[in-house]
């Protein structure tokens, strides 16, 4: 709370872009999807894109903080509070994620009494559930200061942030489909990306609040996480460079059309600009121990990797809705004429297109407003104000 | 383009669009109240009872020889489901999309729904309501004016094939417009010949005949999309074995469903024939036998008048020609060399130098020898773009038979020349003598019900006096000759539909002083109208029994299906209103029952005219003809409907314009090589499954696959800097239209196709017909159904709009 | 075992669009869905062609739902919404559907559409038969093989409209049936056979 009213100009716009995406998810409750930009072509769209991202985001956090109980690495132990804050909040927006794309969010309960167990969605929703409950207790361990059980909290941390990743890769990687989406180094790569982009956003979180003056870190475990990205980006270039000569070098038809599509389609500037900004670039500023210690390098480099890993579940998960299958005029039946105010002959699309709408990006800032939101008051309480016993029931409610 | 293009300015498309569903409907209807909103009329009729179902039964389109047979669903009064009717043989369980599609397009956006009277200039769109009464008084009056000033002939009352509107033009003393110039350019040139398919090439047996044809060679026509609710017959000739040859310049539908596509330069049809026949003669393939017995091969042609020689001249003021028998032909005694009557003599001369002496005449034969000689495949192969070969394979093959030359209307059929490929075709039949025999037969195979066996329905009796006038100039010539007309009732589009250049149409429909549009859709032609009266659809009635027709091998009822939607009336309904205005309403039918029984009581058949109304509904709406499980063939006994019985393959009336017998010549517009240097590519205006002419041009469901759209090969896009899906303007001197382009490799170079009535509602801006020919060779005034109105004899060039 | 089945000729088929339309009309489909599209193969404009004027070639291949024996969206539902039933049919319980569209991410065959939004109706009323459910925003559809139809004993809607006699109906496990007999004489093939989904519906030349 200490944290939300030192920021009020920033609490205040971060409240309204809350208020505004809960209008907008209002307007797609009523009008239903047909209020995004979604069809029946590209049926996944923005929201699963943050799904994914922010699934991978949590990693970091949660991966840094059980790695330095688990393995002793003392000083990331430091940085262990911050860390599982952000991983806590970015898998609760990133479940949010889920069931705001859900077209029959009144019947979720379905779930429950008739779980299909070969659907990897049924498995990353109990892997999911199961890691935030993991983020809960490491909270609290934490914060109670009992060491013991937050090692033993931690030993059950790594392999389901190993495995959240894994199985989220899997809702994708599964679909033979998607030629683009159906490789087994899909859930490597989601593992590799989660840890990149976590450890990214980590290092901006920690700077930010250092700036801030809330949470001391020392530029040694800024230089060494930023280390420890630098070989995570290393990994997610080399899965990415295996799983793309592995769909080149056979040069089958399906390979080639998903190449194209990704090197010169419509998906390639989110390619180009990950592999060019996303890898090769934060790489070779993070590769020399000198920008290491400098934090504004440090702070280009990890937004670049969260932004290149954003381009890339762009274009992971859209590439491959492009181009059917089954290919031929006049095509998909784009979905509700009101929507994409298609009449007659535009109803259908040979190739399927996405572009998000207005309600889509507000819906996703009113979001991401709130996950900022939530991190700071959870900051406020866990850390910056920790000893405010008051202040931390005022904040329950403003996460909520 | 005059006041159509200023009437939609600076709108784009789809908000013209939106706009014209509310024009279409109640042109400026503003304080209409209910009237005007379609969900007040659409509204359940009773919202709180239980849904009540029931099942009626009708026919769907005469116009493309379809006439299904449809089994209709009515829920709460509104019709929900429409299947083909169940009764009967499979093969007479037919439907299309375009039957499909009336669940929502009946009570579409495009329908008029009120009376509407114009208070804009014409052309403008803008209407307001007004009652009935008012309406027909109003009509009535403008009527009796007319006739009373010029005659009763200054009223043209002018009908679609669709409309019931028999009685309204006799009644009125009106004239009927003439000869149409649509679908008779190869029938005038075939039909005299055969002395079948008035005019139409409706000489065809049913295409069921096909399966037991070794060649089926399709020309000109598009079967798999024109009759496409007996598409499967094509498709199972082709299994049974038939070798399936479609000649088509674009890959067309049927092309690609055919054994081979043989691509072809538009408008030159004739010369494929042309070459073909010196083929034939040269090679010796013709049926000998036949050509001596069944044609006017032998028949003598006098050397002085180049005409027939007959027995006595004939009366010019001849009602009916004078028959073989009373006024015979004579062939040349091959032994004695003497003329003889053509009935004396069973193995005439073919040629007259069969036998001695010199008569003062030559053969048929003779004279054809001497005119096919320019005529080889060699020759045909420059023009038509076929490989000499291939032409002369295609010669022997179709000359071994047994084959069937299915002709059509929808391509060499739009152009000038088109009486020439009719009588060159009649030429390939007469010496082949693939006719009249099991899997041989030639005209057009299009349409299940007009080849099939049709039961004989008689009319309801009108009193001696209702004959409609004679029409001295034809509809399409009156915007450029003189002529009485000055007013006009028409029933569907005449003014956008049925005349070519359109600017020159409008101006001379702006003339007159009277202008009626019934039809239950707004269509681009009411625009021009002070009057639109919405009629009815198909599966609308206001009495249980609407009407009967001639349908595929049996009789269909039309009994009401749902009420009539907003106000509209049925024409009868309409006819019998007007006839009230002129003291005539007691001779019509009370009823559509009343009219159906006495169609059944006067036929000629008498297991027709035995029929009882009630049967027939009991048997859920269907007769079906006796004999249906025959096959229906044409000419079995090899008489012909032709004064000598013979296929008489030398036309007399033709002297005068050198095509006695077929002699090539060019399209009249598209052989022009000038102007081909400035709109190099030729439009052809095509039939499609989405439509039949312009109906169904407001059917949201057919308007998802098509709009009108211009097709072209992707070579001439890109020679002109326009990419696929682009909006393209089609000019020439006559004016343009706007539309979306696709890029097709079906589409010949050089060409470029739309679909039939593309209408400025449907397109980007203006009218199809803004820019297609309307030239009437003088030939055409001779021929058996006058000129044909040759629309896709037209050049245009395209550019990026 | 029941396997019911459409087995479709691609010669015969004329790429008229009547089957798309019947079935449109038949499952009271709204605006902006379809269950069952016909497409010129390989061709981006319809009645496109592939090859070079004049060398050319037209395939129509009409898509919808390929009731798959290994069915992609059946193993990926969540809730088992959609399910196989005991004669072969992939079907959709419509109240188990969440509306998370992991099945139209599964389908290869692109068969599967979405109420984006409350259904849309032209005549802004039900069409078609009134023992079709009529479907909620937010849930998938697809081909239901006609289930109310087959139920009963009658041909589905598209393969009863056809006007090219292109569509048989039958149970493929009926070795004596006609579309058994199709797929076994005229060596009927599947689409996308490599993707292993093994469909009901078939296609011969």
């Given at each position: 709370m200490e944290l939300l009213k030192r920021n009020k100009a920033l609490t205040g716009v971060l409240a309204v872009l809350v208020v505004v995406g809960v209008g907008c998810y209002i307007a797609q409750l009523v009008g239903g999807l047909a209020m995004t930009g979604m069809n029946n072509g590209t049926s996944w769209g923005l929201y699963i894109t943050c799904f994914m991202f922010f699934v991978g985001l949590s990693a970091g956090g949660l991966i840094v903080a059980s790695s330095a109980s688990i393995f002793h690495i003392k000083k990331f132990k430091q940085v262990a509070m911050p860390a599982v804050i952000l991983s806590t909040v970015c898998i609760c927006i990133a479940g949010l994620f889920v069931l705001i794309d859900l077209g029959g969010l009144y019947r979720v309960w379905r779930i429950l009494t008739g779980p299909n167990p070969t659907s990897p969605l049924i498995w990353d929703i109990c892997v999911i559930t199961c890691y935030l409950v993991i983020n809960i207790f490491y909270l609290h361990f934490m914060r109670k200061g009992n060491d013991h059980a937050v090692s033993i909290v931690s030993r059950f941390a790594l392999p389901v942030a190993i495995l959240v990743h894994s199985v989220t890769a899997w809702i994708f990687g599964l679909e033979n489909a998607k030629e683009g989406w159906y490789t087994a180094i899909l859930a490597p790569i989601f593992v590799a990306s989660a840890l990149d982009s976590g450890l990214a956003l980590l290092l901006l979180a920690l700077t930010g609040l250092r700036r801030k003056g809330i949470f001391e870190v020392s530029q040694d475990l800024i230089a060494s996480l930023a280390g420890l990205l630098a070989t995570c980006v290393a990994v997610d270039a080399f899965f990415i460079g295996c799983e793309l000569l592995t769909t080149a070098y056979p040069g089958t038809e399906a390979g080639v059309l998903i190449l194209s599509e990704l090197t010169a389609g419509p998906t390639a500037p989110f390619f180009w600009i990950e592999i060019l900004c996303g890898l090769v670039l934060p790489f070779c500023i993070l590769v020399f121990a000198k920008n290491r210690q400098n934090s504004v390098l440090v702070c280009v480099a990890s937004g670049l990797i969260v932004l290149g890993v954003f381009f890339k579940r762009i274009w992971l998960l859209f590439t491959s809705f492009i181009t059917p299958d089954v290919y031929g005029a006049p095509g998909l039946i784009s979905g509700s004429s009101v929507a994409r105010h298609a009449q007659g002959v535009d109803s259908f699309a040979v190739i399927s297109s996405y572009a998000p709408t207005a309600i889509e990006i507000f819906v996703v800032l009113g979001v991401l407003a709130l996950g900022f939101l939530a991190f700071m008051a959870l900051t406020g309480w866990l850390i910056g104000a920790g000893k405010n016993a008051t202040a931390t029931e005022q904040a329950a409610p403003a996460t909520a | 383009m005059t006041g159509m293009t200023s009437s939609q300015g600076g709108l784009t498309r789809r908000s013209f669009l939106k706009g014209t569903a509310v024009a279409a409907g109640a042109v400026g209807l503003a304080g209409a109240g209910s009237m005007i909103s379609t969900d007040g009329w659409l509204a359940p009729a009773k919202a709180h009872a239980t849904p009540e179902e029931r099942t009626a039964y009708t026919y769907h389109q005469k116009h493309c020889g379809g006439c299904c047979a449809l089994k209709c669903t009515v829920r709460d009064g509104r019709l929900v489901l429409v299947q083909p009717n169940d009764v009967g043989e499979d093969m007479y369980r037919t439907i299309c999309l375009k039957g499909i599609s009336e669940v929502t397009h009946i009570y579409g956006d495009g329908r008029v729904q009120t009376p509407l009277k114009r208070v804009g200039e014409r052309g403008s769109g803008q209407f307001e309501p007004i009652s009935w009464d008012e309406a027909l008084d109003d009509i009535a009056e403008r009527v009796k004016e007319i006739q009373a000033q010029y005659g009763k002939d200054a009223l043209l009352v002018a009908s679609c094939a669709e409309a019931d509107s028999t009685f309204l033009g006799p009644l009125l003393g009106a004239q009927s417009g003439g000869f149409t110039g649509i679908d008779v350019g190869v029938g005038n040139g075939l039909d005299p010949a055969t002395g079948l398919g008035a005019g139409y090439a409706m000489s065809a047996p049913e295409a069921r005949d096909w399966a037991r044809s070794k060649l089926v060679l399709s020309v000109g026509t598009n079967y798999c999309e024109s009759s496409l609710p007996s598409a499967y017959l094509f498709v199972e000739a082709k299994e049974a074995g038939a070798h399936m040859v479609t000649v088509d310049p674009h890959y067309s539908t049927t092309a690609s469903k055919s054994d081979e596509w043989i691509p072809i330069a538009p408008g030159t049809d004739a010369a494929l024939f042309l070459g073909m026949v010196s083929h034939i003669l040269d090679n010796k393939l013709y049926d000998d036998a036949f050509v001596r017995q069944h044609t006017s091969f032998p028949f003598l042609v006098d050397d002085a008048t180049h005409k027939l020689l007959r027995d006595h001249a004939e009366d010019p003021a001849a009602e009916e020609p004078e028959t073989g028998a009373t006024n015979p032909f004579f062939v040349m005694d091959?032994?004695?060399?003497n003329p003889i009557r053509f009935d004396q003599m069973t193995m005439p001369a073919l040629s007259v130098t069969e036998a001695p002496g010199n008569v003062g005449a030559h053969t048929v034969w003779d004279l054809m020898l001497e005119t096919q000689k320019p005529y080889t495949t060699a020759w045909a192969a420059e023009i038509t773009g076929i490989p000499q070969e291939r032409i002369e394979a295609l010669a022997e093959e179709y000359a071994e038979g047994p084959s069937s030359l299915a002709l059509g209307w929808g391509g060499n059929d739009k152009m000038t020349n088109a009486d020439i490929s009719g009588h060159a075709a009649a030429l390939l039949v007469a010496l082949t003598g693939n006719i009249g025999k099991p899997g041989a037969g030639v005209g057009v195979y299009v349409g299940p019900d007009y080849n099939s066996w049709l039961p004989a329905l008689g009319a309801w009796p009108v009193p001696e006096e209702w004959a409609a006038a004679d029409s001295e100039v034809s509809l399409y010539d009156m915007p450029v000759k003189e002529n009485n007309c000055h007013g006009a009732i028409f029933w569907g589009d005449f003014i956008a539909q049925h005349v070519a250049d359109m600017n020159l149409t409008t101006q001379w429909a702006d003339t007159l002083d009277l202008i009626v549009s019934i039809d239950p859709y707004f269509t681009e032609g009411a625009k021009w109208s002070d009057y639109i009266l919405p009629a009815t659809s198909r599966f609308e009635y206001d009495d249980e029994i609407g009407n009967i027709a001639d349908g595929y091998s049996q009789l269909v009822l039309q009994e009401k299906v749902i009420e009539p939607l907003f106000e509209a009336k049925t024409d009868l309904w309409i006819t019998r209103e007007i006839a009230k205005r002129f003291g005539q309403d007691a001779y019509l039918p009370k009823t559509g029952a009343e009219r159906v029984e006495a169609m059944l009581a006067t036929s000629t058949d008498p297991q027709v005219a035995a029929l009882k109304l009630d049967d027939i509904v009991a048997n859920q709406g269907v007769w079906p003809s006796p004999d249906r499980s025959e096959i229906r063939t044409v000419a079995d006994d090899l008489k012909f409907a032709t004064p000598s019985e013979r296929l008489e393959v030398y036309y007399d009336n033709m002297v005068p314009f050198d095509q006695a017998l077929p002699q090539w010549e060019p399209c009249e517009e598209i052989g022009n090589e000038d102007l081909r240097a400035t709109y190099p590519l030729q439009l052809t205006n095509t039939r499609t499954r989405f439509r039949i002419h312009n109906q169904y041009n407001d059917a949201k469901w057919l308007q998802l696959y098509y709009e009108p759209t211009v097709v072209a090969n992707p070579s001439d896009l890109e020679a002109r800097g326009i990419a696929n899906g682009d909006i393209v303007e089609v000019f020439n001197e006559r004016g343009s239209f706007t539309v979306p382009c696709d890029a097709n490799d079906a589409i010949r170079p050089g060409s470029v196709r739309i679909y039939e009535a593309g209408t400025a509602d449907y397109?980007?801006?203006?009218?199809?017909?803004?820019?297609t020919n309307r030239t009437t060779i003088e030939r055409g005034y001779s021929l058996m159904c006058g000129p044909v109105i040759p629309f896709s004899d037209t050049l245009v060039d395209i550019r990026k709009a | 075992m029941t396997r019911l089945a459409i087995v479709i000729s691609k010669d015969r088929c004329v790429g008229c669009h009547t089957c798309a339309l019947s079935c449109k009309m038949q499952n009271n489909i709204p605006e902006g869905l379809m269950w069952n599209r016909v497409l010129t193969e390989g061709c981006d404009v319809t009645d496109g062609a592939q090859g070079t004027y004049p060398n050319l070639t037209r395939t129509y291949l009409p898509v919808a739902c390929q009731h798959c024996q290994n069915a992609a969206c059946q193993r990926v539902c969540p809730t088992g919404a959609t399910y196989k039933d005991d004669k072969g049919r992939v079907e959709i319980d419509y109240d188990k559907c969440i509306g998370c569209r992991m099945c139209m991410a599964a389908c290869p065959y692109n068969a599967r559409v979405f109420n984006w939004s409350e259904p849309e109706r032209l005549t802004q009323a039900n069409y078609g038969d009134a023992r079709v459910p009529v479907r909620p925003k937010g849930v998938v559809e697809k081909c239901t093989l006609c289930k109310e139809r087959t139920d009963d004993g009658e041909k589905p809607m598209c393969v009863i409209c056809c006007p090219g006699h292109a569509r048989f109906y039958g149970d493929l496990d009926d070795p004596e049936s006609d579309v058994a007999k199709l797929v076994r004489d005229k060596h009927a093939t599947a689409l996308l056979e490599e993707m292993g989904t093994q469909p009901s519906v078939h296609y011969f030349e």
């Open positions: - | 091959p032994v004695t060399g397109t980007v801006a203006g009218n199809v017909q803004n820019t | -």
